[in-house]
């Protein structure tokens, strides 16, 4: 058997140039004609691209896309992986957005190693249609009794007088995007809209846009992106029902709203006055025990209201409070002596009206006389009826 030498450095050399070729030859190239896509939705845009030039080799392999977006003010990517060569999501307007794309091989046409492309970039603004100043002011939506919308704002700060302003809205489900039809007016001029019958609209994007029309100047867009879970005002509770459980406490009990969520999804703020003295508990029940600061408390007054917790929205809006329901003249320890003394006064009158009753029914006793003529004695014997 014949052995053949090999040198250790030329061995190790060899080696080296054989891993750095194999390295060489696994590449992938970034996907082609990646855009992000305005369809008119109000800030709900399309990332797409199309696959990648893949060599000969590697037709087989099944090719990932990692996009990563943001807006451009803000300092966190988020990071999708897919296979598909579209991606949707949505944004505000208001601010540029830029996204990039990569294209990532499959683990088992690279032999378990990470092999990715090289980024590809995009980047979308709306166009800059008038000054920054003829921006609507101060937009406010609350969304009321989960039944409808309600949003109002102010004219730009160097709106012309001829300015009017209209807004238009869009959610998931929507084929586009519509205009509002029931504007609230000031001076003839649009100053808030309000919406209703927003079926099947709860814990999606919900995008509005206010645009405006001038003779003089063009008037800048304003974009809108929330959920209306988020800003839910509901009806305060009714049916403040108050009971006593003992001289220093008292319970409370409430409806819950009306609404589509849960009785669970609402927490509640009761309010206590106690003569001059108020005070606020929170609870996510519809109950409530509550103790008496003093015992010679005259007045107790109760109210609550009600809003959407943490754990069915981000946030949420208080509702008005609910009428106050007063307990007055509340019994202390002292009181309910007195109390029990016309009591016993009542059972002691029952109980000698009784025994005059039992004494009236008893018999009479009859007297029957018998006189004995012979000896002029006279004698009677008592007999009972």
């Known amino acids: 058997m014949a052995f053949m030498s090999v040198d250790t450095p030329c061995l190790g050399l060899f080696l080296l140039c054989s891993l750095i070729g194999h390295s060489l030859e696994i590449k ?15 800030g709900y845009l399309y990332f797409q691209w199309k696959p990648p030039v893949v060599m000969e080799n590697f ?17 966190n990517w988020k990071t999708i992986i897919t296979r598909n ?15 990039k794309i990569r294209t990532h091989l499959s683990e088992q046409c690279t032999n378990g190693s990470e092999v990715q492309s090289s980024w590809i970039e995009a980047s979308y ?3 800059d249609e008038g000054s920054l100043e003829t921006k609507i002011q101060d ?38 995007a519509l205009q509002c039809n029931n504007y609230l007016r000031d001076n003839e001029k649009n100053v808030g809209c309000k919406l209703s019958n927003l079926e099947s609209s709860d814990y999606k994007d919900f995008f509005l846009c206010v645009n405006g029309s001038s003779n003089i100047e063009p008037i800048r867009p304003s974009y809108t992106v929330f959920q209306l879970q988020n800003i839910v005002k509901p009806l305060p509770p009714e049916f403040l029902h108050i009971s006593v459980d003992s001289s220093a406490e008292i319970r409370m009990k409430w409806s819950t709203p009306g609404g589509p969520i849960p009785a669970r999804c609402y927490t509640y703020e009761v309010g206590v006055r106690e003569d001059d003295i ?4 929170s609870t996510d029940k519809n109950d409530m025990k509550v103790k008496k600061k003093t015992n010679d408390s005259e007045e ?17 809006i208080w509702s008005e409070w609910s009428e106050e329901e007063c307990w007055e003249g509340y019994p202390g320890p002292d009181s309910k002596i007195i ?15 009784l025994c005059l009753i039992v004494e009236k029914e008893e018999p009479e006793p009859t007297l029957s006389f018998h006189m004995d003529l012979n000896k002029e004695v006279y004698s009677y014997e008592e007999t009972l009826c």
């Open 28 to 42: 992938v190239n970034p996907p082609q004609d990646f855009e992000i896509m305005d369809p008119g939705l109000l």
């Open 59 to 75: 037709k087989n392999c099944i090719l990932e896309y990692e996009l990563k977006y943001r807006n451009v003010d803000n300092d």
């Open 85 to 99: 060569l579209i991606y949707k999501d949505g944004f505000d307007l208001n601010k540029g957005i830029e996204g």
């Open 125 to 127: 603004w709306t166009p």
């Open 139 to 176: 937009m406010k939506c609350i969304y009321y009794k989960w039944q409808y919308l309600v949003c109002s704002w102010k004219p730009g700060k160097v709106a012309h007088s001829d300015t009017n302003y209209t807004m238009f809205f869009w959610y998931e489900g929507l084929d586009h």
């Open 278 to 281: 108020t005070w606020e508990s």
């Open 300 to 316: 107790l007054c109760f109210f609550v209201r009600s809003k959407v917790n943490i754990y069915c929205a981000d946030d949420g």
């Open 339 to 353: 109390f029990l003394i016309p009591i016993c006064l009542f059972f002691v009158f029952l109980l000698l009206l």
